[in-house]
């Protein structure tokens, strides 16, 4: 629904958590095993830098498109490694980890969804991410929906058009 034309690169978790995969573990809801976040985060980049060199693909021209978890995996990337995503479509994500010096992310570009009643990533997390991320010189735009923590068609429609603005000239 992003880019049609686009190669695709699915990327899946290796932790269980009540059957279902997920990126990291948590601790409870909201409250990240930092320690597991540190070592899968570091996992995925070698994966992604694998991936590049056995099916030839270009390792800077990565965007990374996440929901929740996957948005929160994709944010720990640009948290903890300046060249690990070209930009990110980040879905209801929330902080990864608070308390650090995030690198340099002058030219890269983030798109954040989030819901102003999630019940998860309150709006206060969105705009402290919001806030991080530019502070670490990223473009960063916030879309609002009036809902919860689900993920709506009007907000991948939003996420779209920013990517067409700043990606592809569709």
Known sequence: MIDDEANVLSVRGNILENGMPRFFRR???????????????????????????????????????????????AASLLFHYQHALKGAILHHPMVPRKGIDLPNLTGKSVFIAAGTNDPICSPMESTELQSLLEIANAKVELHWENRGHQLTSQEVEAAANWYRQHFNNK
């Open 27 to 73: 601790l409870a809801e909201g409250i990240f095993d930092e320690e597991d976040l540190i070592f899968r985060t570091k996992e995925l980049i070698e994966f992604l830098d694998e991936a590049a060199e056995k099916y030839d693909f270009d390792r800077n021209n990565i965007l990374a498109i996440g929901y929740s978890n996957g948005a929160n995996i």
